[in-house]
């Protein structure tokens, strides 16, 4: 026992003394040591000589629609519940809003809105009043996809074709949110120092909003669907609206499937750009991460999500040109969409919705905005 004494004051003393500064030999002079000591680049493997044809596995889906041998209405309510948990979805309150300031466009009042969520967060958004007189139509939620929302307000025309702007001229009020993670919501950390939660097109790195929000179980689509509830109860208070309509592109299309599950002041849904499996939005379409859910192919798919809708008329549109290629990194009219197509009509005629599903494909058009389709859908 002496001996183990004096064997543990050793080691303490060991540990606790000081140590010197590591000394490294000067890198220049590693860096140029004669080419004899170079591996040949031909000893290193090379793509060719492996097997490069990995796929996860198909989810079990364990809740689709299609596997479910309960009652339709067990079923919604069971895929609802599932959803909320894997978004990590509540409801949402509307946060306190203040009207930065207004302008008056083409016989419409837009006004620039900011909404306080906590004392770390606030976020945008423009409401589009129609001009007086005009016959009052429903209110919309109209959602951009990946890029502003400004464009669809009308600063530019881009891909969502100003359908927020277009919306209102029609006689329509019209809400249009900022997304966390695009235009003014680029970078969430904006205003610490060192700190940067961006995501599209970031300064430094991409997805970090993505990212790190998985690493305590939260999803950028979670958070922005609860946004979304926040400006929808918003808007029922402070313009007394009972019912609206959404519309959506892209991201926004996902979005408009998404949010109102979670709603019960939604009417009608025309989301483009989206509904096509879940299964190949990134290794074949080559999309973003924004629409990522953890887990969600072993629970449900798009086409499931979508049917949580019903009974509200849906729309489900595409540009006939949205295909899969290395340059579209959208593809969102891809080889899955007739099968999600088949789901979901499949959802709707067992809850005796039949008809409420609308396929719409606009000819020559790539991924982009249809308005006379969105306009006339809205008219029905």
């Known amino acids: 026992m002496k001996h183990l004494a004096y064997l543990g004051i050793a080691i303490l003393a060991f540990t606790s003394a000081p140590r010197p500064p590591a000394v490294y030999p000067d890198s220049a002079a590693w860096g140029n040591q004669d080419a004899d000591f170079v591996l040949p680049k031909n000893f290193f493997i090379v793509p060719s000589e492996l097997t490069l044809r990995f796929r996860h596995g198909p989810g079990e889906r364990r809740l689709s629609f299609r596997r479910f041998a309960g009652a339709p209405g067990e079923w919604k309510k069971q895929a609802t519940d599932k959803l909320a948990v894997l978004l990590k979805v509540s409801s949402r309150a509307a946060g306190e809003v203040r009207e930065v300031r207004e302008i008056h466009h083409r016989g419409i009042t837009i006004k620039a809105l900011v909404m306080k969520i906590d004392e770390h967060l606030s976020i945008p958004a423009y409401l589009l009043i129609p001009e007086p007189g005009k016959a009052s139509k429903s209110a919309v939620m109209a959602i951009h996809g990946h890029g502003r929302a400004e464009p669809c307000v009308g600063a530019e025309d881009d891909y969502h074709h100003r359908f927020a ?95 109102p599950v979670f709603s019960d002041r939604v009417r009608r849904i025309f989301a483009s750009g989206t509904l096509g499996s879940f299964s190949v939005i990134f290794q074949r379409c080559y999309n973003a991460p924004a629409h990522c859910i953890p887990g969600i192919l072993e629970w449900m798919d798009r086409s499931d999500i979508a049917g949580l809708n019903v009974p509200r008329p849906l729309a489900i549109h595409y540009g006939e040109l949205d295909t899969p290629s290395p340059t579209n990194a959208s593809a969102s009219y891809n080889e899955t969409v007739p099968k999600s197509m088949e789901e979901l009509r499949g959802i709707y005629d067992a809850f005796g919705a039949q008809g409420a599903v609308s396929l719409i494909v606009t000819p020559g058009a790539q991924h982009e905005m249809d308005i006379p389709a969105l306009l006339d859908f809205l008219k029905e």
Do not use: K, N
Request: aromatic content about 10%; glycine content about 12%.
């Open 165 to 259: 702007l277009e919306l209102a001229r029609a006689g329509h009020l019209v809400l249009c949110p900022e997304l966390r993670g695009f235009g003014a919501l680029m970078d969430l950390a904006e205003g610490l120092e060192i700190d940067r939660l961006d995501y599209w097109i970031g300064r430094y790195s991409q997805f970090t909003l993505v990212t790190d929000g998985f690493l305590t179980g939260r999803t950028l689509i979670g958070e922005t669907v609860e946004d979304l509830l926040r400006w929808e109860a918003w808007l029922a208070e402070s313009c007394g609206v009972e019912d609206i309509d959404v519309a959506g592109i892209s991201y926004g299309g996902d979005l408009s499937l998404i949010y």
